[in-house]
């Protein structure tokens, strides 16, 4: 099998290269198993195995499973780290005499990394409800069909366009993208879209002074147990099911549930979700490298204190 994997790499290579004398190439660079791409004009998807590099160029996509990560580098200017069941499109990708012009569509999660003197004259990267017009130094995004996009910037300051309004993200900020909604919010780290979520429409709650509560990815002792509040900590209640017997909170970076009756809080209006919700998604990042931790850590934390998102096996 691994044999057959690298003759498909190799002949996507030779293509490639011949493909890339005539059109701009990014540079692709397979962190973790689990990335697919497909070329211009085809159908078919090839997989890449694990440490593999190869271009790709207009029209062509990459996409990753549950465990695939890869980092996709525009040279000198900027490299994009697609995560787990995401993909990414380039529309084009040129040059002019100020730089390099890129229109790119991303559905999914993806890290954003640009250098302070990066040679865009032109950056385009399309989401569901926004795009971007201009990349921060440090940035991420969140644009999955059953969720609102939300962008997230760490470090630097980005511009998007989003109900018809050119705006502005500053580090240390964010932007949902709903209706009507035409500015970014400030919020506390780590930025990610659940922390975003909850700056906007969390309300206060405490966990018991005597015990640890479980948080679970689900309304019910059936669903996987994440880890553990810490007695006597303030969370962000989101909601509550029907019977009022489980609560989602904002936990590391995503959501969790929690039985209702251990929090403390005077949060009277939380909104109602059935008691069937389906279980919260996660995004999994496996046997990340350190340079890898560096550019994540502002938006997922470190693996030391967010072990559910950060998984280590032996390959």
């Known amino acids: 099998m691994t044999k057959h994997l690298i003759i498909i790499v190799m002949t996507l290579l030779i293509a490639t290269v011949t493909y890339a004398q005539d059109n701009l190439s990014a540079v692709i660079d397979i962190r973790y198993e689990g990335v697919e791409i497909k070329r211009v004009d085809s159908e078919l998807w090839f997989p890449l195995p694990q440490n593999a590099l190869a271009f790709i160029g207009a029209g062509d996509v990459i996409r990753t499973d549950a465990t695939g990560r890869v980092d996709i580098q525009f040279g000198e200017s900027a490299n994009l780290l697609l995560l787990s069941n995401s993909d990414f499109t380039i529309r084009s990708l040129s040059s002019s005499n100020d730089g390099l012009v890129l229109d790119s569509v991303v559905n999914g999660n993806a890290v954003i990394q640009t250098q302070e003197d990066n040679s865009f004259s032109s950056f385009t990267l399309q989401l569901n409800d926004l795009t971007i017009t201009s990349a921060a130094n440090l940035m991420s995004v969140w644009s999955f069909d059953d969720a609102t996009d939300a962008v997230t910037v760490a470090e630097g300051t980005a511009t998007i366009v989003a109900n018809d309004t050119d705006i502005t993200i500053p580090a240390e900020s964010g932007f949902l993208a709903e209706p009507d909604r035409t500015e970014a919010i400030q919020f506390e780290p780590e930025w990610n879209s659940a922390a975003l979520e909850a700056g906007l429409y969390g309300c206060p709650g405490v966990s018991p002074g005597n015990v640890s509560l479980l948080v679970r990815t689900g309304p019910g002792q059936g669903f996987v147990a994440m880890e553990a509040l810490e007695v006597n900590s303030t969370v962000p209640l989101m909601a509550q099911t029907e019977s009022s017997g489980w609560t989602r909170i904002q936990f590391l970076t995503g959501f969790g549930w929690v039985q ?45 204190t967010n072990a559910f998102t950060y998984q280590f096996v032996e390959n």
Request: charged fraction near 20%.
């Open 260 to 304: 209702s009756l251990a929090l403390t809080t005077d949060c009277t209006d939380l909104p109602i979700l059935p008691n069937t919700v389906p279980e919260e998604k996660y995004i999994t990042v496996v046997n990340v490298t350190n340079e890898e931790i560096d550019i994540l850590r502002p938006f997922f934390q470190s693996p030391g």
